[in-house]
């Protein structure tokens, strides 16, 4: 699906696909440090190949990723932002993450990704995300709370556990 950030730029959304690693990587190189830190909580330089494989590579439906990507000048497709979720085994939640690059940071892209990430979770049977957001996040926590997903969020061990109800989309 192709959906319009505010900028009027537009993106596509598509679930991600093994061959999407390479551009994993790209995705990750393209972020500042804080955007990796924010997405990671530590400080990797570069995505290990291996990690790049294990985010690549989901069952569609106990562990999903939706990718938004653009198209460079040359035709290249390129993934600025991802949403995941994995599921607690034999349970109705997951936990979430988001990443988006800083050039597209602050668009919409993040609300867009979480919304289209949610559709997707109650269609596989999931009626609650949990997230950990850094304090220093304030883009994210600023995020959940227009959402209207900031309903449970607790500080512990210097990190906000944050868990919320997948809005009803029927």
């Known amino acids: 699906m192709t959906v319009e950030l505010r900028d009027r730029t537009k993106v596509r ?24 830190y924010f997405r990671f909580f530590s400080p990797i330089k570069r995505m290990s190949d291996a990690l790049a494989h294990r985010l690549a590579v989901v069952d569609y ?21 991802v949403a995941r979720y994995d599921r607690a085994p034999g349970t109705e939640a997951a936990e979430v993450a988001v990443a988006v690059i ?27 995300f949990s997230l950990i957001v850094l304090p220093e996040n304030r883009e994210m926590l600023g995020l959940l709370r227009r959402m209207g997903w900031i309903h449970q969020a607790k500080l512990n061990g210097g990190v906000y556990e944050i868990s919320f109800d997948l809005p009803d989309l029927a």
């Open 13 to 36: 959304l598509r679930p991600i696909v093994p061959e999407d690693e390479p551009l994993l990587h790209e995705a990750v190189a393209a972020m500042s440090e804080r955007t990796v």
């Open 61 to 81: 439906n106990d562990r999903f990723a939706l990718v938004a990507t653009t198209h460079r000048p040359n035709g290249k497709e390129r993934i600025v932002g």
């Open 102 to 128: 800083d050039e597209f940071q602050r668009r919409g892209l993040g609300g867009q990704l979480l919304a289209e990430l949610a559709r997707v979770g109650r269609a596989h049977g999931i009626m609650s």
